[in-house]
């Protein structure tokens, strides 16, 4: 479950609302009564679904006074947030290494540095911080978004990011790499198409992205999700069942329908069935993929 800003009107509503999901969650004819996933985006500064903390956005913390202090403050706040309602996982923080003043990443505070090594290590603190409080971890975009300009926004329009593989490895992939051995829950892909990588598919749905470059390259063997499944980007890429059957295939774990519509994930569901029924999914790999979302799930217990 994905809450937004409109599905909260205060913290008891909230904390309501997810007390009764949890009770249904436990029916006895629930076939794995392990705790459900809810999160929420509380990256810090102006992304922020819940009201409190982490006030300061990543751009602030790498340029206070202490940020390796700022960091984990912020990740071990957003923890105490987040279970005082009842959440369990943050899909943040965001690794983007930023690359001029004022483009994407930059222009809503969303990156900690341009300096792919102060990102490692303030996305680590973040992490190891927040996880400790109990509440998983997304990392995201992978490959990175940091090269992205002003106006390349994958919720409105195709990107394309002319990054060499060399940049990629070495600036973009750095902190995932750090990421990962902080232990990272979940990393998020993006939507955008890295041409150096793979030249026809944004990274969520590449295969050579998601499997080659961040499970055998960087060895990440936890839960992979998708960024929302309705964006603009993916246009040319069909329906909502297309989609959903491209991320599979892909490699991707979590398909994230935020549509706020619940035919979408209905849609993605029962495209998904029928592909694993006919094995126009590879049911070891199905399989393999729900057992890391189980694994994750269990682990976020009380």
Same mark, same amino acid.
């Given at each position: 479950?994905?809450?937004?800003?409109?599905?909260?009107?205060? !913290?008891?509503?909230?904390?309501? =609302?997810?007390?009764?999901?949890e009770k249904?969650?436990?029916?006895?004819?629930?076939?794995?009564?392990?705790?459900?996933?809810?999160?929420?985006?509380?990256?810090?500064?102006?992304?922020?679904?819940?009201?409190?903390?982490?006030?300061?956005?990543? #751009?602030?913390?790498?340029?206070?006074?202490?940020p390796?202090?700022?960091?984990?403050?912020?990740?071990s706040?957003?923890?105490?947030?987040? #279970?005082?309602?009842?959440?369990?996982?943050?899909?943040?923080?965001?690794?983007?290494?930023? !690359?001029?003043?004022?483009?994407?990443?930059?222009?809503?505070?969303?990156?900690?540095? #341009? /300096?792919?090594?102060?990102v490692?290590?303030?996305?680590?603190?973040?992490?190891?911080?927040?996880?400790?409080?109990?509440?998983?971890?997304?990392?995201?975009?992978?490959?990175?978004?940091?090269?992205?300009?002003?106006?390349?926004?994958?919720?409105?329009?195709?990107?394309?990011?002319?990054?060499? &593989?060399?940049?990629?490895?070495?600036? /973009?992939?750095?902190?995932?790499?750090?990421?990962?051995?902080?232990?990272?829950?979940?990393?998020?892909?993006?939507?955008?198409?890295?041409?150096?990588?793979?030249?026809? &598919?944004?990274?969520?749905?590449?295969?050579?992205?998601?499997?080659?470059?961040?499970?055998?390259r960087?060895?990440?063997?936890?839960?992979?999700?998708?960024?929302?499944?309705?964006?603009?980007?993916? #246009?040319?890429f069909?329906?909502?069942?297309?989609?959903?059957?491209?991320?599979?295939?892909?490699?991707? /774990?979590?398909?994230?329908?935020?549509?706020?519509?619940?035919?979408?994930?209905?849609?993605?569901?029962?495209?998904?069935a &029928?592909?694993?029924l006919?094995?126009?999914?590879?049911?070891?790999?199905?399989?393999?993929?729900?057992? &890391? =979302?189980?694994?994750?799930?269990?682990?976020?217990?009380?």
């Amino acid at each position: 479950m994905i809450f937004f800003g409109e599905n909260i009107s205060s !913290r008891e509503q909230i904390r309501t =609302v997810i007390a009764g999901l949890e009770k249904a969650n436990k029916n006895s004819t629930n076939p794995i009564r392990a705790p459900l996933l809810l999160m929420t985006d509380q990256e810090g500064g102006e992304v922020r679904r819940l009201p409190g903390e982490p006030l300061l956005s990543e #751009k602030q913390i790498g340029k206070s006074a202490d940020p390796a202090a700022q960091a984990a403050k912020a990740g071990s706040a957003a923890a105490a947030n987040l #279970k005082g309602v009842g959440m369990n996982v943050n899909l943040a923080p965001v690794l983007d290494v930023y !690359r001029v003043a004022g483009d994407f990443s930059d222009m809503f505070g969303r990156s900690y540095s #341009k /300096d792919p090594a102060v990102v490692s290590s303030l996305g680590a603190a973040f992490i190891r911080a927040q996880q400790e409080g109990g509440v998983a971890a997304a990392a995201k975009h992978f490959p990175g978004l940091g090269a992205a300009g002003t106006s390349q926004n994958t919720d409105a329009g195709p990107v394309v990011l002319e990054v060499s &593989r060399d940049s990629l490895r070495a600036v /973009d992939e750095l902190p995932y790499r750090t990421a990962i051995k902080a232990g990272v829950d979940l990393v998020m892909l993006s939507w955008a198409v890295y041409p150096a990588l793979d030249p026809n &598919r944004p990274a969520g749905f590449s295969s050579t992205v998601v499997k080659g470059e961040l499970r055998d390259r960087l060895g990440f063997q936890g839960v992979t999700v998708t960024d929302a499944l309705e964006a603009a980007s993916l #246009k040319a890429f069909g329906t909502t069942q297309q989609r959903a059957l491209l991320a599979a295939q892909a490699g991707m /774990d979590l398909l994230l329908c935020a549509a706020r519509d619940a035919q979408q994930g209905q849609q993605a569901t029962d495209a998904l069935a &029928r592909a694993y029924l006919d094995t126009t999914l590879e049911p070891l790999d199905s399989q393999e993929a729900a057992e &890391r =979302v189980v694994a994750l799930r269990f682990s976020l217990g009380d």
